[in-house]
């Protein structure tokens, strides 16, 4: 079975400063996905950014970007130009690539991100 | 508009109650799950409504009844709970099908539902 671990509870960062949050999975698939949600106080979790294990380039999206490692099953979340709307618990996931998963993502713990402004 | 809303937003109910969850899903999905939250606990899938065929997680007790009656309604029905039942649940919708793992899950805001 799949599993995901966050192994940094919680996180601090100085607005405007980077920060990464750390994310490593275990599988034995070779075909698989990989995400990173966050959930503000609202509780609605939204997608951050997301990575096909296929491609080797990192995802990036405006001032989030992943250093994906696989050979070493490691998925981090690098948050740059902190700014205090990004305070938030962030969760890392993964979803395997077969058919029988019926799409089920494998969440981790999480990691909540507090911004000092 | 989160395109995936669910009512009620909170519920306080006795263990003896009869209550349902309700989630609807505005973005055309053809896959709908219903999370677990609990403090300190990873999210824990307890259904999925897949190309309208129903995929059950053997750890969820027979006191939560999923309902699927279409591709974007998805209920929760909850009878006899535990306090330990007590948690936020998530609602969620995704594209599903071949060449589509990738496709995000979609969120709402989740249930946050109080068994005392």
């Known amino acids: 079975a799949q599993t995901v671990t966050q192994s940094q509870p919680e996180m601090s960062v100085q607005e405007a400063e980077t920060v990464t949050l750390s994310c490593t999975y275990d599988t034995s698939e070779s075909d698989y996905y990989l995400f990173w949600y966050k959930q503000p106080p609202s509780r609605q979790m939204i997608l951050v950014i997301r990575q096909e294990a296929y491609k080797q380039q990192n995802a990036t999206e405006n001032r989030f970007s992943v250093n994906f490692q696989k050979a070493a099953k490691s998925f981090s979340l690098k948050i740059s130009d902190s700014q205090l709307g990004d305070a938030a618990m962030y969760f890392c996931?993964?979803?395997?690539?077969?058919?029988?998963?019926?799409?089920?993502?494998?969440f981790g713990k999480g990691t909540k991100l507090s911004v000092k402004p | 508009e989160t395109g995936v809303t669910q009512t009620p937003r909170h519920l306080v109910m006795g263990m003896t109650n009869k209550k349902s969850l309700k989630c609807e899903q505005h973005l055309g999905h053809n896959a709908m799950y219903w999370y677990k939250q609990s403090a300190k606990k990873p999210l824990e899938l307890m259904f999925v409504y897949s190309l309208e065929e129903r995929v059950e997680n053997n750890s969820v007790p027979s006191r939560f009844s999923p309902e699927c009656p279409n591709s974007s309604h998805l209920f929760l029905h909850l009878h006899t709970l535990q306090p330990e039942d007590s948690a936020l649940y998530l609602c969620a919708s995704s594209q599903a099908g071949l060449g589509l793992h990738n496709s995000p899950l979609h969120f709402g805001n989740g249930t946050r539902l109080t068994v005392t």
């Open positions: 996931a993964y979803r395997s690539g077969d058919g029988g998963s019926q799409g089920n993502l494998i």
